[in-house]
């Protein structure tokens, strides 16, 4: 009995495609979801723009939360990394002068940056897919009529080109801040 009611609310608590169409707007998604939607582990494929944009593209599907956790990423992360390695080549004299330092400083936080970019295309849509997820489990809870529901889920999902420039503009004066 206990089973049964499990997989039923396991199924009930699972969005249906036309909510999961509606949360989105355009784009193919739903098909890059499939997969993970029958098999938990599955790859939900990589996501070019999310690579090429990184938190830009989470302030566009206004995922804002992870926007701000990659920009933080972005920043924190090759700049520990440069500091780190400019005390630890310091303090060993790796380096013949200050400029190979800087040089391979420069090296390490682009490959820094570059990782970072590969991981965010890489969890992306899988990212993408959970926010939708909770968000049309959130709205359902509020037990609006169909049509209020599925309002209120387009209203929730879709994108904000406003937050693309918001997140394009703080990757620029990041970059220029960095270099």
Not at 34 to 43: G, H, P, V
Not at 70 to 86: M, N
Not at 104 to 109: D, F, M, N, P
């Amino acid at each position: 009995m206990e089973a049964e009611q499990t997989i039923e609310s396991q199924i009930k608590s699972t969005p249906s495609n036309d909510e999961l169409q509606a949360f989105v707007g355009a784009g193919n998604y739903l098909s890059k979801w499939q997969k993970m939607r029958l098999d938990k582990f599955a790859l939900a494929g990589f996501n070019f723009w999310a690579f090429l944009f990184v938190h830009s593209y989470y302030f566009y599907r206004k995922m804002y939360t992870w926007g701000f956790i990659f920009i933080a990423v972005s920043l924190l992360l090759p700049l520990g990394a440069v500091f780190l390695f400019g005390y630890i080549g310091a303090k060993f004299h790796l380096f013949s002068s200050i400029e190979q330092l800087k040089q391979q400083a420069i090296i390490l936080s682009l490959a820094i940056s570059l990782l970072i970019m590969l991981t965010s295309g890489m969890l992306a849509n899988r990212i993408y897919y959970s926010y939708a997820t909770f968000s049309i489990r959130t709205i359902s809870k509020l037990k609006l009529s169909c049509e209020n529901n599925m309002l209120a889920i387009k209203g929730k999902g879709g994108v904000n080109m406003a937050g693309f420039f918001m997140g394009l503009a703080i990757t620029i004066v990041s970059r220029t801040f960095l270099n």
